[in-house]
């Protein structure tokens, strides 16, 4: 029998607000634990929660970006559960009137992933396990992040499709500033649902849920395990159970968790604390209408505006900050295909030398943009400019204060150019008598030392032309 592999995404996004939900406490990471904790985050009686207006428009940006329709009335509801994260034993989300819902996503090679809904929520608290001391420590300073949860429809055919719309995600909701998206420190977290059919039946089959996925790799590994574990169950004539597993990194594996529970089991209800949420017509209109542009937009934009091949502008679309980069560079007069050069090149070599993503570039964009000035106008040559950035990297990026201390101004005086000529032609007889017996390499071999002469500083077409003259005379 030939299987066909279903899957649907349920992806949970930490919104990049200041503070929480429905509290003023910080939402920054990596805090010593219990710090940003407040009555209304950790659920004290008779504390009310306030809902925080920013986070419900980065929601509403990032519901238009995946072409949502956008409520404008929505609810929130109690999903009650006890766990030793949640403090509250329950957690505020959207059940029945969500606010956004049908969108669509186009993950390329012709396909569309369609988007069920988006909804609010908070988010709930940390539990660090202590294998040493075989004890569970609870860290509230979670509890109330503010999270967006975006629900597919179960479009999905195979791993690749998924990490397709995972990159494409991430990169939406970073251009928009809705989120970092950073799978490592939690800030989207995705749960895979799969289940198996025979190729070109209609029905579902029976599904299971994926936690704990913590790298894309991760992703489309458990999700070829587990399609495979569930083939091989039905082709056994067994049932596949519909439960939530845990993939296991180091078993490369996924294990049961839990039985699936349904709706029913959470008692959702409107929590009677928090009003139904109205939006106002002209506030959604002003934000669509003033949506940033996204990567692919941009790409398209620095092909047909300044000339970028397709693989350079997607290179640098693919990270928002190096994009950005690129631009300020730009907006300082550097040429925009030198600009491209500098960047993907000098720049990103320098980066990954140091082990740097693009959101910390040391270097000032004005000090690329200066260096690229002075090799358009001769004032330095390439190569020199390339050691120049080398140096000034993460010194604070002073080119012109480097280049006056290290005397590296590109040398264009002729006189000192053929002087150098004429001591390198005399100290290499051997090259001179090459190129004679019609050796061309010779030549090269000569300019070569007069620029060593002029410490690679010279003016690479007066070298050469010096040089062709001084071979012309010695015939
Ligand atoms: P629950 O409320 O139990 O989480 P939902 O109906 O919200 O279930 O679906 C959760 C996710 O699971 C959605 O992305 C949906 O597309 C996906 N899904 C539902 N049924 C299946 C199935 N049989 N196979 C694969 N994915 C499924
Ligand atoms: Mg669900
Ligand atoms: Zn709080």
């Known amino acids: 029998m030939i299987w066909e592999t279903v899957i649907g995404l349920e992806t949970h996004v930490e919104l990049a607000t200041r503070t929480k939900i429905f509290c003023g406490c910080s939402t920054s990471f990596g805090a010593p634990p ?10 004290m009686p008779g504390a009310l929660p306030v809902l925080n207006r920013r986070a419900v428009l980065l929601a509403v940006r990032a519901g238009l970006a995946l072409g949502c329709t956008v409520s404008r009335r929505c609810a929130f509801d109690r999903n009650n559960y006890f766990y030793p994260d949640l403090p509250k034993a329950y957690q505020i989300s959207q059940l029945y009137l969500p606010l956004c819902r049908d969108g669509a996503v186009d993950i390329g090679g012709g396909k569309t992933i369609r988007i069920a809904e988006l909804h609010l929520e908070e988010d709930a608290g940390k539990l660090v396990h202590d294998p040493w001391t075989e004890q569970s420590l609870a860290d509230f300073n979670r509890c109330g992040v503010p999270l967006i949860e975006i629900v597919t429809r179960p479009d999905f055919s195979a791993a690749e499709e998924v990490i397709a719309y995972l990159e494409k995600l991430k ?26 059919r025979p190729a070109g039946s209609r029905e579902l089959g029976t599904r299971t849920e994926l936690k704990n ?3 894309f790799k991760a992703i489309a590994r458990a999700i070829d395990y587990e399609a495979r574990r569930q083939i091989e169950l039905l082709e056994e004539g067994r049932p596949v159970v519909q439960q939530t597993r845990r ?8 294990f049961p968790m839990r039985s699936k529970e349904n709706a029913q089991d959470y008692r959702y209800f409107p929590d009677p604390d928090l009003p139904p949420l109205e939006l106002e017509e002209a506030w959604l209109d002003s934000l669509a209408a003033a949506q940033p542009e996204m990567a692919w937009e941009k790409a398209a934009r620095y092909q047909t505006q300044w000339g970028l091949s397709a693989d ?16 300020a560079v730009v907006e ?7 600009a491209a050069g500098w960047v993907l090149g000098q720049l990103l070599a320098a980066l990954g030398a140091r082990g740097l993503e693009a959101e910390h570039i040391p270097l000032p964009p004005a000090a690329l943009a200066r260096l690229i000035h002075l090799v358009e106008t001769g004032a330095l040559n390439r190569n020199t400019a390339a050691r120049v950035l080398e140096a000034v990297f993460d010194a604070g990026g002073d080119v012109d204060g480097y280049v006056a201390a290290h005397g590296l101004g590109q040398i264009s005086d002729p006189a000192a150019v053929e002087e150098a000529a004429r001591a390198a032609l005399a100290a290499n007889p051997k090259a001179l008598a090459d190129w004679r017996a019609g050796k061309g390499k010779a030549k090269g071999f000569l ?13 690479p077409a007066l070298v050469n032309r010096a040089v062709d003259a001084l071979l012309e005379e010695s015939k």
């Open 332 to 338: 300082l007069g550097a040429p925009p295909r030198r």
């Open 34 to 43: 219990n710090t940003h904790c407040c009555p209304v985050c950790t659920g």
């Open 171 to 196: 990169l939406t909701l970073q251009y928009l500033g809705v989120s970092d998206c950073k799978i490592q420190e939690g800030s989207l977290r995705c749960d895979v649902n799969l289940s198996v």
């Open 447 to 459: 300019v070569g030392q007069v620029m060593a002469r002029l410490q690679g500083r010279a003016d």
């Open 247 to 254: 993939w296991d990194e180091n078993k490369d594996a996924t």
């Open 213 to 215: 996925l913590g790298s």
């Open 312 to 327: 350079d502008a997607r290179t640098l679309t693919g990270r928002k900050p190096l994009a950005d980069y690129f631009e």
